[in-house]
Nanobody, 125 residues
Framework: QVQLVESGGVLVQAGGSLRLSCAAS???????MGWFRQAPGMEREFVAT????????DYADSVKGRFTISKDKAKNTVYLQMNSLKPEDTAVYYC???????????????????WGQGTQVTVSS
């Protein structure tokens, strides 16, 4: 059984930086990993994804150039480095894992099998 635990969400001022962590337990070595977010009253949206070996990444247009997804295989942890934060980045951020063998990047949230509980990021103006 795979479990994902996010951390790092806090209140930060616009223009600031933040790094979210997603610690995975279980056999996620060959899984694709992703970050999604959901703002109040809005649907969940894709933020970033990374392939099983970290060799490929993809981002939502709204965060491209500001956010970076990475993974530490030894620690079984995925990170989301967020720079130049804007008030519109305020949301609950969720980590997700897509099971399988040597998965690539995955944008569609329906293809993910496991989800964390979420961590709140609030960006003040």
């Amino acid at each position: 059984q795979v479990q994902l635990v996010e951390s790092g969400g806090v209140l930060v001022q616009a223009g600031g930086s933040l790094r979210l962590s997603c610690a995975a337990s279980g056999r996620t070595f060959s899984y694709s990993m992703g970050w999604f977010r959901q703002a109040p009253g809005m649907e969940r949206e894709f933020v970033a994804t990374i392939s099983w070996n970290g060799g490929s990444t993809d981002y939502a247009d709204s965060v491209k150039g500001r956010f970076t997804i990475s993974k530490d295989k030894a620690k079984n942890t995925v990170y989301l480095q967020m720079n130049s934060l804007k008030p519109e980045d305020t949301a609950v951020y969720y980590c997700a894992a897509a099971a399988g063998i040597f998965r690539g990047t995955i944008i569609d949230g329906h293809e993910y099998d496991y989800w964390g509980q979420g961590t709140q990021v609030t960006v003040s103006s």
